[in-house]
Each structure stands twice: as structure tokens, then as C-alpha cells.
């Protein structure tokens, strides 16, 4: 069963920077994109960053652009997400997803189920 595990949250103050994992079980990463989302308490799950199945082409939020960067390391089957410059409206559960295309992306739609994701906190 494709499973994905995120890690690397954690309470950081404002300025800060964290870096997630998104790493994957049982299956390779080869064949898919990877998408990461969060989730704030009483909003909706909203994308954050995606990139390719080769790593060649990325995007972001506008709420995250120039402070987020994803990368992804197909042989040790993890995909980061490197954190900079953190806000305090950053904080959220931060997920991700498996996609063969973009446009599963954009409509949040993965394979599999969402993971139990890892907390972003960001407070001084």
C-alpha cells in the first residue's frame, strides 16, 4: 500500500526555518509527484509546494514563495521541505501526497490516504 510519512515539524519562533521529510514506504518515489499541503485549525487543507516527477519543475503558494523550498531525493525516497523566513501563519499540520499529474495537485486529490501529517508551529 503506497504510505507516505512527514516528519521534521516542530515549534520554531518567527524567522526561523524548518526542515520536513516526506518519505516514502513501500513503494518508489520514481513514478510520482509529490505535493505538500497544510491544514491551520478551522481552514481548509490548502496546497503548498509541488514538484515533478524528475524534480525538474516546482511550485508554490504565493504565501510561500522565496521562503519554501522543495526538493526531492528519489534514492533515499524523500521528498523535503525546506522552511525559511517562518510566519506565525504558517503554523498548521503539514501533509503530503503522492499525485501522477499537476492537475491532481491543484484538486488536492492523492493516491492513497493522507498521512497523520506533522505540526508546524511557529511562536515566540
Known amino acids: 500500500q503506497l504510505q507516505l510519512v512527514e516528519s521534521g515539524g516542530g515549534l520554531v519562533q518567527p524567522g526561523g526555518s524548518l526542515r520536513l521529510s516526506c518519505v516514502a514506504s513501500?513503494?518508489?518515489?520514481?513514478?510520482?509527484?509529490i505535493g505538500w499541503f497544510r491544514q491551520a485549525p478551522g481552514k481548509e487543507r490548502e496546497g503548498v509546494s509541488y514538484?515533478?516527477?524528475?524534480?525538474?519543475?516546482?511550485n508554490y503558494a504565493d504565501s510561500v514563495k522565496g521562503r519554501f523550498t522543495i526538493s526531492r531525493d528519489n534514492a533515499k525516497k524523500t521528498v523535503y521541505l525546506q522552511m525559511n523566513s517562518l510566519k506565525p501563519e504558517d503554523t498548521a499540520i503539514y501533509y503530503c501526497?503522492?499525485?501522477?499529474?499537476?492537475?491532481?495537485?491543484?484538486?488536492?486529490?492523492?493516491?492513497?490516504?493522507w498521512g497523520q501529517g506533522t505540526q508546524v508551529t511557529v511562536s515566540s
Open positions: 514538484i515533478d516527477i524528475s524534480g525538474g519543475s516546482t
Open positions: 513501500g513503494f518508489s518515489l520514481d513514478y510520482y509527484a
Open positions: 501526497g503522492a499525485h501522477r499529474k499537476y492537475s491532481d495537485y491543484q484538486r488536492g486529490r492523492i493516491f492513497g490516504s
